[in-house]
């Protein structure tokens, strides 16, 4: 153990201050503390009604007394110097234990951790703060650091001390707001929280922000764990942190882990091991390319769907432990598929155990509701102007690619963070400096967090949920950029889905929103999305929003999915819609599987997959989603017919598409389609063939093009353009 030399009395007024519970660096006066030629030993333990210390080298026993003040024992030996001890305590309820003094321990954590942290620059600070199983002076033990500047005292709380704050109180470090604790012994998989004392003389308990793991709803304490795991995904990770993700297919599969599905067996959820394979089986012979889980880290509301978080550093109980997760990403990266999580720095609960108002002061919020409460969500908003709360976002961003092999970080409502009037009336808002409306703060914030991922972790995707127009979201920051690599098409999914809602005959008025995503189709790096905001709380199901009968509603959503999948941008389909789920989503249920006993559902899932195969197999459909060379309209104003034509663009001249969808239940025999060359054309690709529950009316023959102008381009081919479909043909190679 480190050895201290000092002087030492007793200072009575200090033990008062323990008594009341206010001492903010008990170590100052309990452990061991030399005096000339003796030495003391004091404990303060007021549930406690004998304490001894064994000298470890002698097992000699002396005995502290408590004479004068109620549960602070003390003894001082006469003619010695400092030597190893345990204390053995007898506890008034009958308790007896033995244990090394966690007040015999200098400070753990480095001066220079602790400048980085307050300067916020410390990117590994979660090997700091939070709680640490190690090794100190030969002990073994835990290691407990909260940040908790305004606090008059700090206690750590648990059943291996019966939650009891006064005994273990912690140090306050020196101009830094931290405490920390060593305390010897094996607590692994104990539950723990902060008691904490505010200026205010309220006390009240906090789960750990840094915690690891956290007990299973709705109790909610911190748990110690050991997040030691021997990854197996080291190719995986070589090969993505060299690739070019602009130029491969990017297939999403959204989706909420406990409501996938269900075991039958009467537990609750999978286990994150028991899903695993059940999952990769799946969205690997669909042909998705990657997951993105709904936020799964530790959140007490179930519909809240996790973006309510107040485990930031947790993934959820409600699956398993930390390494059950770290195994869940190991196992698909095995089978080829990425994980994306879903993260909310936007926003956190009021919750009592959560981070607002943690010391008792407005800490990781602003104090001002005009600028850190979100009116509509009942929630906190962040303070992103103070290093501290900044540094424990941008961390925990990093800690996700760090502990956890994650391969995509979705911020979710980034709108909310860049607008300082963002859901609020005149005078719910403080502008900014500049009298403006933007949140500097958080702007800053969003460049720091995106900048240190890519620079740490190349290879992880940054992913913005946006709303507005914010202009340069994709852009590098050194070029004044926010620095995203994808953004979510807002605009062409509210288009879309406003057009595709409409019955055909209504469709020809409203052409425009077909077409006017490309209009600023290249301004960002986007991913198209039909996801679980889309099919909630009264919005129907994708096959629940098509209109028409029964057969029609099947057609329009198999053109909707096709026109989604040959258009630019990456994808992003929602767990439940490539079966063609007529309910709403419900996080309380699983994806009705049931739906497979009906030939129509089947054949959705076998189209989504077929679909699937084509995008990931055409580079035309991908190789150049940001680049204008990628695509070229051959016709977008047949408004009447509701018909519209193009043409997609690998990077090597063989790789060319011709692309016609029809939104109208009419056929269209002997239509000519230009194309850019001459040749033969083969039909690649259809919504209407039979296996898919259409009617087989296809393009079964290659089909010659002709030389003559037509749509603005030089050659084109005579088709048959079945109902309510999405055709696509490709030039055959040599012809």
């Not at 059943?159 to 009891?164: E, G, P």
């Not at 009264?538 to 057969?551: D, F, L, T, V």
Request: include cysteine; glycine fraction near 8%.
């Amino acid at each position: 153990m480190t050895r201290r030399k000092e002087v030492f009395a007793i200072n009575w007024m200090e033990v008062e201050a323990l008594v009341k519970g206010v001492h903010n660096n008990p170590h100052h006066i309990l452990g061991m503390h030399e005096c000339i030629d003796d030495v003391f030993i004091n404990a303060y333990l007021p549930s406690a009604k004998a304490v001894t210390a064994i000298d470890t080298a002698t097992k000699k026993r002396h005995t502290l007394v408590s004479d004068r003040v109620p549960g602070f024992f003390s003894v001082v030996i006469k003619n010695k110097k400092r030597f190893d001890y345990k204390l053995s305590v007898k506890f008034i309820d009958g308790e007896e234990a033995t244990y090394v003094d966690p007040y015999v321990f200098e400070p753990v954590i480095d001066p220079i951790d602790i400048s980085l942290f307050n300067e916020g620059e410390h990117y590994e600070i979660y090997e700091k703060l939070g709680a640490h199983p190690m090794t100190v002076d030969g002990v073994d033990g835990v290691l407990f650091a909260v940040w908790a500047p305004n606090a008059d005292r700090v206690s750590v709380v648990g059943d291996f001390n019966k939650w009891d704050g006064s005994r273990h109180p912690m140090r306050k470090i020196d101009y830094s707001g931290i405490f920390e604790l060593f305390i010897p012994g094996k607590f692994t998989g104990e539950i723990y929280k902060y008691e904490i004392c505010a200026k205010s003389g309220k006390v009240f308990m906090k789960s750990d922000p840094y915690g690891f793991s956290g007990e299973l709803r709705p109790a909610n304490a911190s748990r110690i764990v050991d997040l030691s795991y021997k990854w197996k995904d080291e190719k995986w990770m070589e090969q993505r942190a060299d690739a070019d993700f602009s130029e491969k297919p990017m297939n999403v599969y959204e989706m909420h882990l406990g409501s996938w599905k269900r075991p039958d067996d009467g537990r609750e959820f999978f286990s994150y091991r028991d899903i695993a394979p059940k999952l990769a089986d799946y969205v690997t012979s669909m042909g998705y390319t990657h997951i993105e889980l709904m936020p799964i880290m530790e959140h007490p509301f179930d519909p809240s769907w996790g973006y309510q978080v107040t485990g930031y550093y947790a993934p959820t109980s409600r699956y398993g432990s930390p390494t059950d997760f770290m195994y869940f990403v190991d196992y698909l990266h095995g089978k080829g598929i990425g994980v994306i999580l879903d993260w909310v720095p936007a926003h956190f609960p009021k919750d009592e155990h959560g981070l607002g108002r943690f010391d008792g002061t407005a800490l990781y919020e602003h104090e001002d509701k005009r600028r850190g409460e979100h009116p509509h969500w009942g929630t906190y908003i962040y303070n992103y102007g103070r290093n501290e709360v900044r540094n424990f976002l941008v961390s925990n961003a990093l800690y996700w690619a760090d502990k956890y092999h994650i391969d995509g970080i979705r911020m979710d409502a980034v709108a909310s963070m860049l607008y300082l009037d963002y859901g609020r009336n005149h005078g719910e808002w403080l502008p900014n400096k500049y009298g403006g409306n933007e949140n500097l703060e958080a702007i800053e914030f969003i460049k720091e967090v995106n900048t240190k991922m890519h620079e740490l972790h190349p290879g992880v995707l940054m992913i913005a949920e946006e709303s507005t127009a914010w202009p340069m979201m994709t852009h590098p920051v050194a070029d004044g950029g926010l620095g995203f690599d994808l953004k979510w098409n807002m605009g062409w999914m509210n288009d879309f889905l406003n057009y595709i809602k409409l019955d055909p005959l209504y469709r020809k008025y409203h052409h425009n929103d077909l077409t006017f995503s490309m209009v600023y189709a290249y301004s960002e790096k986007f991913i198209l999305v039909l996801s679980h905001d889309e099919v909630v709380h009264g919005k129907g199901s994708m096959i629940g929003k098509m209109p028409g009968g029964y057969e029609d509603k099947f057609s329009n959503l198999r053109v909707a999915y096709g026109f989604m999948m040959t258009h630019p941008g990456k994808k992003l389909l929602f767990m439940g819609q490539e079966i063609a789920q007529f309910k709403e989503w419900n996080e309380a249920a699983e994806v009705d599987w049931s739906l497979f006993e009906f030939d129509a559902h089947v054949y959705m899932q076998g189209y989504v997959k077929e679909l699937n195969k084509l995008y990931n197999s055409e580079p035309a459909l991908y190789e150049l989603d940001s680049d204008p060379a990628g695509f070229d309209w051959i016709n977008c104003n047949n408004a009447n017919k509701s018909l519209l034509s193009f043409i997609r663009r690998g990077k090597k001249p063989g790789d060319t598409l011709a692309v016609i969808c029809n939104f109208t239940p009419v056929e269209h025999k002997a239509y000519k389609l230009g194309v850019p060359a001459g040749g033969r054309w083969q039909e690649i690709f259809s919504s209407d063939n039979a296996k898919f529950g259409g009617e087989g009316r296809n393009n079964k023959t290659a089909k010659q093009a002709k030389k003559a102008e037509c749509d603005g381009q030089d050659h084109y081919i005579s088709i048959t353009v079945p109902p309510l479909s999405i055709t696509v043909f490709k030039k055959k190679v040599g012809k």
